[in-house]
């Protein structure tokens, strides 16, 4: 069973960073997508950043874009987010996606495009 886990949520203050990781385990990542998704208390859950099955292509919300970072490394099974100069509404629990298997270089933005799903990690960004 393919099972993303997610790590490196927390507690940082209005203008930190903070690196989230997902790890899928015993799978190679050739033919997995990744996405990142966050649902903030009492809102919808919403697409955050998504990567292509090669790195070709990526896609970040409006409201992330030119703070946060997606990247896929391979060889580690492993999709960081980076996350800068964080606000508090990017207060949220933050889950990886993976869609698989595939075998184009599309981007999926759409939570029902993706197949399995981490549990989440907290990310909280206070003073």
């Known amino acids: 069973q393919l099972q993303p886990v997610e790590s490196g949520g927390g507690l940082v203050q209005p203008g930190g960073s903070l690196r989230l990781s997902c790890v899928i385990s015993?799978?190679?990542?050739?033919?997995?997508?990744i996405g990142w998704f966050r649902q903030a208390p009492g809102k919808k859950r919403e697409g955050v950043s998504h990567?292509?099955?090669?790195?070709?292509?990526?896609a970040y919300g409006d409201s992330v874009k030119g703070r946060f970072t997606i990247s896929r490394h391979d060889a580690e099974h492993t999709v960081y987010l980076q996350m800068n100069n964080l606000k508090p509404e990017d207060t949220g629990v933050y889950y990886c996606a993976a869609r698989w298997p595939e075998y184009s270089d599309n981007l999926y933005s759409r939570e029902d495009e993706y197949h399995y799903w981490g549990q989440g990690t907290q990310v909280t960004v206070s003073s």
């Open positions: 990567i292509s099955r090669t790195s070709s292509k990526s």
């Open positions: 015993g799978f190679s990542l050739d033919h997995i997508v």
